[in-house]
């Protein structure tokens, strides 16, 4: 009789291992199935044991499913870097439907095709070379600078050697287009990995990985990450500033990190590809000495865009529509007229409890935590959702003394029809995260990129890595108004918004211009964005975070807490503050309500914990029940 440990794919196994009995001994890695409380669940073989002095019960099921040596390294470097249950952990790894039979691997290989690639430029030549003489490069290039092609050059020498490459693309909505790109740049087997894809084909990559028969292309989303990878030489994080890298789900890892321990793991090469980086992780590229492959020219051409700044203060530029400026309107009438599209992007990020003077912009910020306070109108008081501090709140202006302050909540509702009365004939979309089954993101891109829409509307999503070759015109409508979010990161990602809608025009294609409308524009990161000077809003939001002790300068988690009754759930998070308290180690802001105190059926309570070791925060939080829900390195505290 054998002893196996396994890790269990499911919740609450708490940071274990649980011992099983077998007839024979089973290969370390395989996918078994065995019994957990009154269920069965899914595990990993993780290591051959003596008999131990409790009862074991036996092992059900063994399938033919084994997980790679390197993703078992993987799984090992997550369970210490994250304070996650090991079943969340291991979850990652088991493919869906992998109990049942499913057809032979070699019927996923996809058709290869490839076409000849025009010359690199000099930018993209000097690019190459740094990421053919460094492990791990950060390739920084504006929009339009060639970085895709520059890593899928290097992609083709990789897999000349008989190795396969891994590229992960944030959003679904990118896939077709990055596809497209790839299939016509390497010809090697492409195989793209999303939730889109049936459960049986899902697991058919899975053993592709897994037989690592020939050398190929793989391209996903951050669960690309965990198939059973053999033999990787290259992995190419595109678009890295994204926060769709962040699983918002538990586990709650960043696929960046995972993806930079993979290349290690494989001792392959790791690209960042980025016009935006993170300031956290440019900052630790920097304190690491990652080489930079910094990208200017535009690789399609010299045409660059115009950019202007719009004061949303000054009511004489605004005389024929409230929320567009008479200039930006021209600028549409033009593009209509030249058959050429525009675009207009709306940030959803506002709030609803926003209080911004008009004369000045300014917003109030907690002195404490720098992020701006929450105006409540039942007590006429404004509060900061991070340490939970409360102030007045004032008739007037505390920058200028104007008494001209707006209560408002940005939003795109009634912009498409409102957009349709002042261009008629127009032909106008939405394009945003609202789309429907049988409206796709794919459909509506392909129709974006032929041309069939003159005027195009949206939030996040248009701010994507997207070419539009027939787009003249941006505007961007409410440029600060994601300033007044009560996050550490709120400055940074209105400018990466900015910044990356802005990009879509500028790329060589078409002479074209873009406007930034805000109540704030002598704001660092508004003129940044304008100037389009990366490295001017990454000193600035820098200073920042170390006044206040934010990512770089600290390890940060959100603990959130939720209980049917509001008493509950603030009498545990204080009990549980006052616990991790007794640590000199940490500094704790809260506890506090959650921004969204309501939602998920009760009332959600939260602790911000910050250290400047990782190590001491990891340690702090396993000692945690799983009642808490634990998100460490936070893309957002809300």
């Given at each position: 009789m054998?002893?196996?440990?396994?890790?269990?794919?499911a919740?609450?196994?708490?940071?274990k291992?649980?011992?099983?009995?077998?007839v024979?001994?089973?290969?370390?890695?395989?996918?078994?199935q065995?019994?957990?409380?009154?269920?069965?669940?899914?595990?990993?073989?993780?290591?051959?044991?003596?008999?131990?002095?409790?009862?074991?019960k036996?092992?059900?099921?063994?399938?033919?499913?084994?997980?790679?040596?390197?993703?078992?390294?993987?799984?090992r470097?997550?369970?210490h870097f994250?304070?996650?249950?090991?079943?969340?952990?291991?979850?990652?790894?088991?493919?869906?439907n992998?109990?049942?039979k499913?057809?032979?691997?070699?019927?996923?290989?996809?058709?290869?095709?490839?076409?000849?690639?025009?010359?690199?430029?000099?930018d993209?030549?000097?690019?190459?070379?740094i990421?053919?003489s460094?492990?791990?490069?950060?390739?920084h290039?504006?929009?339009?600078?060639?970085?895709t092609?520059?890593?899928?050059?290097?992609?083709?020498?990789?897999?000349?050697?008989?190795?396969?490459?891994?590229?992960?693309?944030?959003e679904?909505?990118?896939?077709?287009?990055?596809?497209?790109?790839?299939?016509?740049?390497?010809?090697?087997?492409?195989?793209?990995?999303?939730?889109?894809?049936?459960?049986?084909?899902?697991?058919?990559?899975?053993?592709?990985a897994?037989?690592?028969?020939?050398?190929?292309?793989?391209?996903?989303?951050?669960?690309?990450?965990?198939?059973p990878?053999?033999?990787?030489?290259?992995?190419?994080?595109?678009?890295?500033?994204?926060?769709?890298y962040?699983?918002?789900?538990?586990?709650?890892?960043?696929?960046?990190?995972?993806?930079?321990?993979?290349?290690?793991?494989h001792?392959?090469?790791?690209?960042?590809?980025?016009a935006?980086?993170?300031?956290?992780?440019?900052?630790?590229?920097?304190?690491?000495?990652?080489?930079?492959a910094?990208m200017?020219?535009?690789a399609?051409?010299p045409?660059?865009?115009?950019?202007?700044v719009?004061?949303?203060?000054?009511?004489?530029?605004?005389?024929?529509?409230?929320?567009?400026?008479?200039?930006?309107l021209?600028?549409?009438?033009?593009?209509?007229?030249?058959?050429?599209?525009?675009?207009?992007?709306?940030?959803?990020?506002?709030?609803?409890?926003i209080?911004?003077?008009?004369?000045?912009g300014?917003i109030?910020?907690?002195?404490?935590?720098?992020l701006?306070?929450?105006?409540?109108?039942?007590?006429?008081?404004?509060?900061?959702?991070?340490?939970?501090?409360?102030?007045?709140?004032?008739?007037?202006?505390?920058?200028?003394?104007?008494?001209?302050?707006?209560?408002?909540?940005?939003?795109?509702?009634?912009?498409?029809?409102?957009i349709?009365?002042?261009?008629?004939?127009?032909r106008?979309?939405?394009?945003?995260?609202?789309?429907?089954a049988?409206d796709?993101?794919?459909?509506?891109?392909s129709?974006?990129?032929?041309?069939?829409?003159?005027?195009?509307?949206?939030?996040?999503?248009?701010?994507?890595?997207?070419?539009?070759?027939?787009?003249?015109?941006?505007?961007?409508l409410?440029?600060?108004?994601?300033?007044?979010?009560?996050?550490?990161?709120?400055?940074?990602?209105t400018?990466q918004q900015?910044?990356?809608?802005?990009?879509r025009v500028g790329?060589?294609?078409?002479?074209?211009?873009?406007?930034?409308?805000?109540?704030?524009?002598?704001?660092?990161?508004i003129?940044?964005?304008?100037?389009?000077?990366?490295?001017?809003?990454?000193?600035?939001e820098?200073?920042?975070?170390?006044?206040?002790?934010?990512?770089?300068?600290?390890?940060?988690?959100?603990?959130?807490?939720?209980?049917?009754?509001k008493?509950?759930?603030?009498?545990?998070?204080?009990?549980?503050?006052?616990?991790?308290?007794?640590?000199?180690?940490?500094?704790?802001?809260?506890?506090?309500?959650?921004?969204?105190?309501?939602?998920?059926?009760?009332?959600?309570?939260?602790?911000?914990?910050?250290s400047?070791s990782?190590?001491?925060?990891?340690?702090?939080?396993?000692?945690?029940?799983?009642?808490?829900?634990i998100?460490?390195?936070?893309?957002?505290?809300?």
């Amino acid at each position: 009789m054998a002893y196996i440990e396994v890790s269990i794919a499911a919740p609450f196994t708490g940071r274990k291992f649980y011992t099983y009995e077998s007839v024979n001994i089973i290969d370390i890695g395989t996918i078994v199935q065995i019994p957990f409380g009154t269920k069965k669940s899914l595990g990993i073989v993780r290591n051959i044991v003596k008999k131990p002095t409790f009862k074991t019960k036996p092992i059900q099921q063994i399938t033919p499913l084994i997980v790679s040596a390197k993703s078992l390294q993987l799984l090992r470097w997550m369970e210490h870097f994250y304070p996650y249950d090991f079943g969340e952990i291991t979850n990652l790894f088991i493919p869906q439907n992998a109990l049942t039979k499913s057809r032979s691997a070699s019927s996923v290989r996809p058709k290869v095709t490839a076409t000849i690639q025009p010359k690199l430029t000099k930018d993209q030549t000097e690019a190459l070379q740094i990421i053919q003489s460094n492990q791990h490069v950060l390739l920084h290039g504006d929009t339009g600078t060639g970085k895709t092609r520059v890593y899928l050059d290097y992609a083709n020498s990789v897999l000349a050697q008989g190795k396969s490459v891994l590229i992960l693309t944030p959003e679904i909505g990118l896939t077709p287009q990055l596809k497209q790109t790839i299939a016509a740049a390497c010809p090697y087997p492409l195989h793209v990995v999303h939730s889109q894809n049936t459960p049986a084909y899902r697991k058919l990559i899975w053993q592709t990985a897994a037989a690592n028969t020939e050398p190929a292309v793989f391209v996903g989303p951050r669960s690309s990450l965990f198939l059973p990878y053999q033999n990787l030489g290259l992995v190419v994080i595109d678009e890295a500033h994204d926060n769709s890298y962040k699983s918002m789900q538990s586990p709650k890892y960043n696929a960046v990190y995972v993806a930079a321990q993979l290349a290690k793991v494989h001792k392959a090469h790791f690209i960042q590809s980025t016009a935006t980086p993170n300031v956290a992780d440019y900052a630790a590229i920097q304190n690491h000495q990652v080489p930079i492959a910094r990208m200017t020219t535009i690789a399609v051409g010299p045409i660059k865009a115009s950019g202007q700044v719009i004061d949303l203060r000054d009511k004489q530029l605004f005389t024929k529509h409230r929320l567009i400026a008479d200039e930006l309107l021209r600028a549409i009438e033009d593009a209509l007229q030249n058959g050429e599209q525009t675009m207009l992007f709306i940030n959803r990020r506002g709030s609803a409890r926003i209080v911004q003077c008009n004369a000045c912009g300014h917003i109030r910020a907690c002195p404490t935590c720098g992020l701006p306070l929450t105006y409540h109108h039942d007590t006429h008081k404004m509060s900061c959702h991070i340490c939970n501090q409360t102030y007045h709140a004032t008739s007037q202006c505390a920058a200028c003394g104007s008494a001209d302050l707006l209560y408002f909540s940005p939003g795109t509702k009634g912009l498409e029809q409102e957009i349709q009365s002042l261009f008629p004939k127009a032909r106008v979309i939405r394009f945003d995260l609202d789309v429907s089954a049988k409206d796709t993101i794919q459909r509506k891109l392909s129709g974006l990129q032929t041309g069939a829409y003159d005027i195009i509307i949206g939030t996040q999503l248009i701010s994507k890595g997207f070419d539009l070759p027939h787009l003249s015109v941006v505007g961007v409508l409410n440029a600060d108004s994601g300033f007044s979010i009560p996050d550490f990161r709120a400055e940074e990602i209105t400018f990466q918004q900015i910044y990356q809608v802005t990009g879509r025009v500028g790329r060589g294609h078409t002479l074209s211009k873009f406007f930034i409308q805000t109540r704030q524009p002598t704001h660092p990161v508004i003129e940044a964005a304008l100037h389009r000077n990366w490295q001017d809003f990454y000193d600035y939001e820098l200073h920042k975070r170390k006044l206040f002790t934010y990512p770089p300068f600290a390890y940060l988690a959100v603990l959130s807490i939720t209980k049917k009754t509001k008493a509950t759930a603030q009498k545990i998070a204080q009990k549980t503050y006052d616990l991790l308290n007794n640590s000199s180690q940490l500094e704790l802001l809260g506890p506090t309500p959650s921004y969204h105190e309501t939602s998920h059926g009760g009332y959600t309570w939260q602790i911000l914990a910050k250290s400047t070791s990782r190590a001491t925060l990891v340690a702090a939080l396993v000692s945690l029940p799983s009642e808490w829900s634990i998100d460490i390195d936070p893309t957002s505290v809300l």
